[in-house]
Nanobody
Framework: VQLQASGGGLVQAGDSLRLSCHAS????????LGWFRQTQRNEREFVAA????????YYAETVKDRFTVSRDNAKNTVYLRMNSLKSEDTAVYYC????????????WGQGTLVTVSS
């Protein structure tokens, strides 16, 4: 199983960015998917998740109403659209796959760095 995240970069506060995560080696449409982030100071924290069907999504309170998670099962890709970015959103963002749909993420991508300048 491989998860390849991309789309990170340096942006200014208030800008938007879309992260992508392409998965291979798994039955993509059967897996729950999530995005997490990690700063230099903090432990890895949950950002957003989407169920296998895309019918339900979940967000951390800190990103709710600014970030949108979506998936395209035909492309084996999950996305994270980030709007109104803030300096505190600066982190390495990871995508992860939940094969048992139980909230336990067993497969992780390598991360993509998002830096938001204020």
């Amino acid at each position: 199983v491989q998860l390849q995240a991309s789309g990170g970069g340096l942006v200014q506060a208030g800008d938007s960015l879309r992260l992508s995560c392409h998965a291979s080696g798994l039955s993509f449409s059967d897996y729950g998917l999530g995005w997490f982030r990690q700063t230099q100071r903090n432990e890895r924290e949950f950002v957003a998740a989407i169920t296998w069907s895309g019918g339900s999504t979940y967000y951390a309170e800190t990103v709710k109403d600014r970030f949108t998670v979506s998936r395209d099962n035909a492309k084996n890709t999950v996305y994270l659209r980030m709007n109104s970015l803030k300096s505190e959103d600066t982190a390495v963002y990871y995508c992860a796959a939940d094969p048992e749909r139980d909230g336990i993420y067993e497969y992780w991508g390598q991360g993509t760095l998002v830096t938001v300048s204020s």
